[in-house]
């Protein structure tokens, strides 16, 4: 987990110039083998493998990415199974050998906590990959990073999910800022902000309420997991990214187990989902 007092406002919130950082989603370690081939017994040697093989291009990248954070659903195995510590050892493992100029940056999803979230749970998370949400400043941008299971049901920790929404409210006011940015595992729609509620999206009501806080706040994107397909749309001025995954693919055409390049510019923010089979090293900006 980055060392949060490298990128506070008073060190990193003047823009200077562009930069290139990762955004990946669920590796979820263990769920190939548990859903997709339907074995009985939990292995995750094939998202170990994939892992590896995005840990090694982002490090071959030219210019290096300033960092790369990953969207959540880090393993598969839900807190207080047999396999849920050594599956978060071994997403440990395999990104430590990330470059060291290249800050990584985690977040929790479902598979992470529990559907239903407990202190528990949450404390499980914390212990082994840091705070479940926090914000950073790099190059002038501000950079925000939500638990979004608190938004899907607080009912076993809702002094956690009070806890955030204090913060978060505390954190907006911060500025001025180049771009802002959130990140979280569930997006809040996956085509449409007006589309109805089901498993990959976030309760209508809510969905309203806090998209409108974000564009009132100057967030531009928000960046997103979960679904294990590409999708994202517009709620006027803010754009959702949902990005496929380093691991498991769902969806009629799997997009490819990957990552999604992100370019910041002084005026914009540009973005493109690649496959490991075809991700480059030479990043032009």
């Given at each position: ?38 074995k ?10 994939l ?17 790369l954070v ?19 050892n ?35 998370y ?23 299971q ?16 204090e ?7 911060e ?16 085509h ?15 969905r ?51 990552f ?26």
């Amino acid at each position: 987990m980055a060392n949060l007092a490298n990128f506070t406002k008073e060190k990193e919130g003047k823009w200077t110039e562009p930069f290139v950082f990762i955004q990946g989603a669920d590796p979820q370690f263990g769920m190939i083998a548990s859903y997709v081939e339907h074995k009985k017994e939990d292995e995750w040697q094939e998202e170990i493998r994939l892992s590896k093989q995005a840990v090694q291009i982002i490090n071959s990248m030219h210019p290096k990415p300033k960092f790369l954070v990953l969207c959540g659903d880090l393993v598969n195995a839900m807190p207080g199974t047999s396999s849920s510590e050594p599956q978060m050892n071994d997403v440990r493992d395999v990104f430590s050998a990330l470059d060291p100029e290249i800050t990584l940056f985690y977040l929790p999803g479902n598979h992470d906590i529990g559907d239903i979230p407990t202190e528990q749970g949450v404390e499980q998370y914390r212990r082994h990959f840091g705070p479940d949400h926090y914000s950073f400043w790099l190059n002038g941008c501000h950079f925000v990073v939500l638990n979004s299971q608190y938004y899907e049901n607080e009912s076993q920790c809702s002094h956690l999910a009070q806890e955030q929404r204090e913060w978060l409210d505390g954190v907006l006011k911060e500025g001025p800022f180049q771009h802002r940015v959130v990140f979280q595992h569930i997006p809040w729609f996956v085509h449409n902000p007006d589309e109805s509620k089901f498993y990959f999206n976030i309760d209508k009501p809510l969905r309203t309420q806090m998209l409108n806080k974000f564009k009132e706040n100057g967030v531009s994107k928000i960046f997103c997991g979960h679904l294990h397909e590409n999708a994202g749309g517009w709620d006027d001025t803010l754009e959702l990214v949902v990005s496929s995954a380093i691991g498991a693919q769902l969806g009629e055409v799997p997009a490819g187990h990957g990552f999604r390049i992100v370019k910041v510019y002084e005026d914009r923010i540009e973005h493109n989902y690649v496959t490991l089979d075809n991700a480059p090293t030479d990043i032009s900006l």
